[in-house]
């Protein structure tokens, strides 16, 4: 059988623009431009709906869209001054807030983001921790028995242990957050001027299921981008969606589903 190569190409093309007006998406090559995009078209919409619980009593907080962009700008910002810029950080937590501005502001920075599965025995954390040859460690509170445990061995290259929530001892993401407001005030803009190369690894991720040591994957921001791009020319979701994410963030369907959703406005 003899296929017509232009033919084929021309008839992608028809479908891609139809597809383009129908679903309305736009395609950016970086992470950066989706971010930015949104905050942007959906400024005053809701990103976020945080929980809070203090003692019996529950509250909810809304994160708009440009609150979003505000608080990724800051943490990325501080992250620079303390002299991560092209360096590698890991976050391991569950599905929460901090999780999500760490996780942009590595992108939107051009730091590598590096994901890792909460539930990992300490040896195979470290292990993935010493081969993705991480800079720094934002973690989730729950989890500072097994970063403890691995700080002790000192058989990483870990310059700096940040953890989501007040504890003793480590630096605390909001402080971090709230010294890169600052910072931005006093005109810091060496990350919100950063330049994205998207073809470059922007997150390395490790796989899971597997009978042995679980294998290293290099994603480029283009990667991830272009799987958002095509979600929402096959998908239709409306602003006035509400998302409610089972799937673990550190798994790379959970994260870019969550980029889905955020391009989407939703």
Known sequence: ?????????????????ERERYFKAI??????????????QYASNIAFILKHKKDKEITYEN????????????????LY?????????AIVGRNRYEWVITHLSNLLGGIVSIPLDKELQVDELES???RSKADVVVFDEKYTENIEEIKKRQNTKL?????????EGYQNFWDLKAQGEKLIKQGKKEYTKAKIDENKMGILLFTSGTTSKSKAVMLSQHNIASNVYAMLLV????????????????HIFGSTEMIVMLASGL
């Not at 395609?27 to 942007?40: R, V």
Request: with cysteine; aromatic share 12%.
């Open 159 to 167: 310059q700096t242990y940040i953890c989501m929530t007040e504890k």
């Open 128 to 130: 993935c921790l010493e």
């Open 81 to 89: 001054e303390m002299g991560f810029k092209n360096k590698r950080i």
């Open 27 to 40: 395609e950016f090559k970086d992470i950066k431009g989706i971010i930015y995009n949104s905050a942007k």
């Open 235 to 250: 998908e239709k979701f409306l602003p006035t969606d509400v998302n409610l994410a089972f799937l673990p963030f550190h």
């Open 1 to 17: 059988m003899v296929f017509n190569i232009k033919l084929v190409e021309t008839k992608r093309k028809e479908i891609r623009m």
């Open 63 to 78: 994160i708009t869209y440009k609150k979003l962009l505000e608080d990724i700008n800051a943490f990325g910002t501080k």
